[in-house]
């Protein structure tokens, strides 16, 4: 039986088209550490608790942003963290990562983590807004 873990990860391996899951999981770790420090309360905590565990405790636990990074501030500090990334290769990781954590949460809670983000993260999500 497939566990919550291998599902997020694989998904995540899939779109990332990444070789190993060892680098979808460094990925994972990443942006979810960087989204965390960007959402509080809710925001935060229920898409948390539709995580793994593992993924879960890194969403929740982030250092707290001094100020809500845009877009594109978000992917250089993905590619800073990513051993050998570049800003081309940590808008995939995190595009990668962000749309399999949309498909997890659900519109009305996708909606009300976009509520709490600078303008353009929709798209990092895989999630388009009407403007």
Do not use: C
Request: proline share 8%.
């Amino acid at each position: 039986m497939r566990t919550q873990w291998d599902a997020f990860l694989s998904t995540v391996q899939e779109r990332g088209e990444y070789p190993s899951r060892e680098e979808a999981e460094r990925a994972s770790r990443v942006v979810l550490a960087l989204l965390g420090a960007h959402l509080v309360g809710e925001a935060r905590a229920e898409p948390a608790a539709r995580l793994p565990e593992t993924l879960a405790l890194v969403l929740l636990n982030p250092l707290q942003a001094h100020e809500p990074l845009p877009p594109e501030r978000f992917i250089r500090a993905a590619a800073a963290w990513i051993e050998g990334a570049t800003e081309k290769t940590a808008t995939w990781d995190v595009s990668a990562v962000l749309s399999v954590v949309a498909d997890t949460t659900g519109e009305d809670l996708m909606n009300r983590i976009l509520i709490q983000l600078p303008v353009g993260y929709d798209l990092l999500f895989g999630h388009p807004q009407p403007s």
